[in-house]
C-alpha cells in the first residue's frame, strides 16, 4: 500500500468523510527542501465530514494531523489541508 492509500484509509476509518480527495503532489516539488527521488513527501487532502461540524478550522486541521502523524514521521514532508463539515 503507498503512502496516499494509506492516508486515504486513516481518514476514512477514523472519520468516515462525505468527500476524501488525497492528492499526491511531490512531483511539484521536485528538487525543493524535504524532496525524495522516490516522491511521496508533499500531499493534499481535500476533506468534508460530519465529525468537523463546529469545528474551527485549526481543530480540523489539528485532527487530521493528529490521524497521520505516523505517516508524517515516516517520511511526509508537507501535507496542505482542505477540510470542511459534510453538507
Not at 28 to 54: D, M, Q, S
Not at 72 to 82: D, K, N
Amino acid at each position: 500500500m503507498d503512502t496516499r492509500d494509506r492516508i486515504a484509509k486513516v481518514l476514512t476509518e477514523a472519520l468516515q468523510p462525505a468527500r476524501l480527495d488525497v492528492i499526491d503532489e511531490s512531483h511539484l516539488h521536485k528538487g525543493h527542501h524535504g524532496a525524495r527521488p522516490g516522491g511521496e513527501t508533499h500531499y493534499r487532502v481535500k476533506i468534508a465530514a460530519e465529525a468537523f461540524r463546529g469545528k474551527s478550522r485549526i481543530e480540523m486541521h489539528r485532527t487530521i494531523n493528529a490521524l497521520l502523524a505516523d505517516e508524517l514521521a515516516a517520511g511526509v514532508h508537507a501535507l496542505a489541508i482542505e477540510a470542511a463539515a459534510a453538507e
